[in-house]
């Protein structure tokens, strides 16, 4: 005889990037277990695979390589709050260098936002009478899981982030899909871009947007008010 199943609930949670409306169920112990082995590997590829993979099955997604990292953060946080509760207790290492003591910190998941930068559409204008500029796209989970982690902060895998992210070149006259063109041509205008060109390229980069958590606490031991800064979702696994 087949033994009876728990019904699960379903929640309604919006996409940050494009407001899309997208239902999800809490992850199940089978998922929870898979995202706990790879916390205790502390191996930042392993935790990274098991989000997504968590994610995969818990919303009605039709393409996840789409979505910015952004994207991914948050709906992970969203469904961590509907599957173990909205409360997530951290330890934050006192500021002052004598101290150093471990403070538990409770951070509620709602108090956790995607921080954007205001009026910014990806479009970086070069100057000069022939309109020449590029129009950027934030990293999708895709592009960032094919860069190598040992190389993403070199010069090449800058590079080729630059490169993964670019939408379109344009003119005055036309727009040049990149999907259309030559991966070798794009590397070509990049790099013959000016040192200040190019920096305004990196400030893009700069600004994406990022999960982000902002308090302050005393330090239990020495009572130093500390300023706490989380960005991006591995500072929530601390």
Known sequence: MALPKMSVPRYTVELPSTGTKLNMRPYLVKEEKVLMIALESNDPVQISEAVRSIIQTCYNLENMDELTVFDVEM??????????????????????EECGTMNPLSINID???????????????FGGSDGIGIKMKYPTAEVIGKLNPENIESVQGIMDLIIDCIESIFDNENVYNAKTEKRSDLVDFIENLSSEQFK??????????SV??????KCKKCGLENEVELKGLNSFFS
Do not use: H, W
């Open 75 to 96: 709906l992970f946080l969203q469904l961590r709050a509907k599957s173990v509760g909205e409360e997530m207790k951290i330890q934050i290492k006192c500021k002052d």
């Open 212 to 217: 982000a958590y902002n308090d302050t606490f």
């Open 200 to 209: 305004l390229v990196q400030a893009f980069f700069q600004d994406t947007p």
């Open 111 to 125: 108090d956790i936002k995607v921080i954007k930068p205001k009026d910014s559409d990806g479009t970086i204008l």
